[in-house]
């Protein structure tokens, strides 16, 4: 696992997944992916996550029986990502015993804090900062995922949302790949 703090993602919603899981990856965490709960108790079985972002809703699967296993068996963080935003679900959730409960759609960085949190309350060493943001050089192009922006080489800065840094970190991450 390395000194990283390791977070499995289950939805099985691939177009969630992946670039949450690749913005994770650039902001200095290990990750796993998985797309059903069967695929999370396997993966868990092969390394043992420092948090869990589970989605309530997995298909055929049910997040919060999920959830349920993994406070019975081990000491893994949870944190729920949910397209059901009424109170009850949310409270449902904390009281199965859910760190926290995020809606669907949510801020990336909103996440990337709420999960330092809660890795704080765990007392897991976060390597994951600002500074794990590295800059990345591309073309005529300089990208600052910790400030949002690119940069070209005259010195001209463009802002960027977080959809568009996200984006463009998933881009970065896997060059040649098709989307």
Known sequence: MGSKPHILIVDD???I?????????????DITLA???KEALSAIQQQTPDLALLDIMLGA???MDLCKKLQNTSDIAV?????KSEETERIIGLELGADDYIVKPFNPRELLARIKAVLRRKGTTSQASPSAMQRVAFGPWIFDPAQHEIVNNTGDVTALSSGETILLQTFLAQPQKIF
């Open 13 to 15: 919603e691939a177009d």
């Open 17 to 29: 997944r992946e670039p949450v899981g690749t913005y994770l990856g650039m902001n200095g965490f």
């Open 35 to 37: 797309a059903s709960a």
């Open 61 to 63: 699967d049910d997040g």
């Open 79 to 83: 944190i729920f990502l949910s397209g």
